[in-house]
């Protein structure tokens, strides 16, 4: 039987509605990716105000010009001269946007109501579009620098998930993105991995336009996907058979590259580059650096094992080693949530469970690593790949970046009126946010990655 609530009564409508004193957001709002962007950012009006940034790099000492010759002969030569190698390299500024939207009525509604709200509805909007920006950023931040965020092993179209398609992303050391970046109602598009037009799916009406993410499983690897049509309908999918290593991108791209040739990853798209490009050791290029030699990332591979503290020791000792003992002091781990569990139960095995009055076992707050003189302290994110494991010195990134901030009309305003297709305006209010950023690496052997491991 069910319950009659009160406004089933005559007059039950009448009475007044309490609203909370809050508005619950349902994502995730905590990214220590930006203690980490805020350690880099370079306070500079000059870099950001500017379209691209310069600086040099030395990567020869021309240390054959150095050695012991035989002095005791005599007339003996000097040494032949080696001058060193140094080159000027530019990075080039990215535009990170958003589009607030919101109806012209409601927001003039909630202005002259007499009750206070929490948020009237343009804030609301603002603050979560600024939440999804720094999103984005956090995904950005790991990753190579052309906006995959997943490439496609295999599909299941299946009813049993409402006519939805069941991707199972590509999951190998080397494989580009992962579920981490897709963000729950999202609008992808999937590409050739040439950058061309990915294969067509079968849908029950209208013409495919993009897909939605309805659901993600960190464990399985997969995303679940719903077609939405050139409408703006979403509708079902009963035959989608895309081959292997087609890449997944936001619909917001507006640049796809060949995913099998990229030329340089600082500028084959409008996208700033990430740790996964700048502690590259593949030869890459990242804004005419090549990732090789002296200019390559230290990256430790752990061959596919489970993940262990040596594999920690030994990657940040090679990072040391090559950058230089004591130059850099380490002070943070980036990791997976799944590797930092991995790894705590490692340390802890059969000591999780304690006797009220023992505080020495468990974990309580974060743990650390320590490394010689350094202590590493953990951090886990969602958006670290599940096989990577970063360690970045503070002087060794450059996060060039304006704030985020409305683009305001001449007239100073920055909220218009959204123009209509027949050159009116719409009920609609928009807002636009806009920031100017790059990444830039000072010196990529620093980094320290340990890659390739299993969080079993």
């Not at 999804?132 to 092993?153: D, N, P, T, W």
């Not at 609008?187 to 990915?198: M, Q, S």
Request: proline share 3%; aromatic share 8%.
């Amino acid at each position: 039987m069910a319950v009659s609530e009160v406004t089933a009564l005559t007059h039950g409508e009448a009475l007044k509605i309490f609203f909370t004193d809050g508005v619950f957001v349902q994502v995730n709002e905590a990214f220590e990716d930006f203690k980490l962007l805020k350690r880099f950012k370079v306070d500079s009006a000059a870099s950001v105000g500017s379209r691209q940034i310069n600086w040099e790099i030395v990567s020869d000492l021309g240390i054959g010009a150095v050695g012991f010759p035989n002095v005791g002969r005599s007339g003996s030569d000097f040494i032949a001269a080696q001058q060193s190698s140094s080159s000027e390299k530019t990075a080039y500024l990215r535009e990170l946007q958003a589009t607030v939207e919101v109806e012209e009525g409601l927001v003039s509604r909630a202005l002259k109501s007499r009750e206070q709200r929490y948020f009237e509805p343009l804030e609301l909007e603002a603050k979560l579009k600024r939440l999804g920006m720094m999103k984005r950023l956090a995904f950005a931040l790991y990753q190579g620098g052309i906006g995959v965020i997943g490439e496609i092993s295999s599909v299941n179209v299946n009813s049993a998930v409402a006519n939805q398609a069941v991707v199972t992303l590509q999951q190998t050391d080397t494989d580009i993105g992962f579920v981490g970046g897709f963000e729950l109602n999202d609008r992808v598009v999937h590409k050739a991995a040439a950058g061309t037009a990915g294969t067509a799916p079968t849908i029950s009406a209208g013409t495919f336009d993009y897909w939605l993410v309805k659901n993600k499983d960190r464990d399985a690897g997969t995303v679940t996907l719903a077609p939405v049509n050139t409408l703006g309908t979403t509708v079902n999918v009963s035959a989608w058979a895309p081959a292997a290593g087609e890449a997944i991108y936001p619909d917001s791209q507006g640049t796809f590259p060949n995913t099998g040739s990229v030329t340089d990853w600082g500028t084959e798209t409008d996208n700033i580059v990430g740790l996964e490009s700048w502690s590259a050791d593949d030869s890459r290029t990242v804004f005419g650096v090549a990732m090789t030699g002296a200019t390559k990332g230290s990256r430790y591979s752990a061959s596919g094992s489970p993940i262990d503290p040596k594999h920690l020791q030994r990657g940040i000792s090679r990072a040391k080693n090559t950058a230089g003992e004591g130059l850099y002091k380490y002070s943070m781990l980036q990791m997976a949530p799944e590797t930092e569990d991995a790894l705590i139960e490692g340390r802890e095995a059969d000591r999780y469970f304690a006797s009220v009055g023992d505080k020495s076992r468990g974990i309580s707050g974060r743990f650390s690593y320590r490394h010689r003189g350094d202590a590493l302290e953990v951090y886990s994110s969602e958006y670290v790949p599940s096989k990577r494991i970063y360690s970045v010195p503070q002087d060794v990134l450059q996060f060039h970046s304006t704030d985020i901030e409305p683009i305001k009309a001449q007239n100073g305003d920055i909220l218009h009126l959204k123009p209509s297709a027949n050159g009116g305006h719409v009920n609609m209010f928009d807002m636009y946010l806009r920031g100017f950023m790059q990444i830039v690496c000072v010196k990529p052997s620093a980094i320290m990655c340990v890659h390739d491991f299993l969080n079993s």
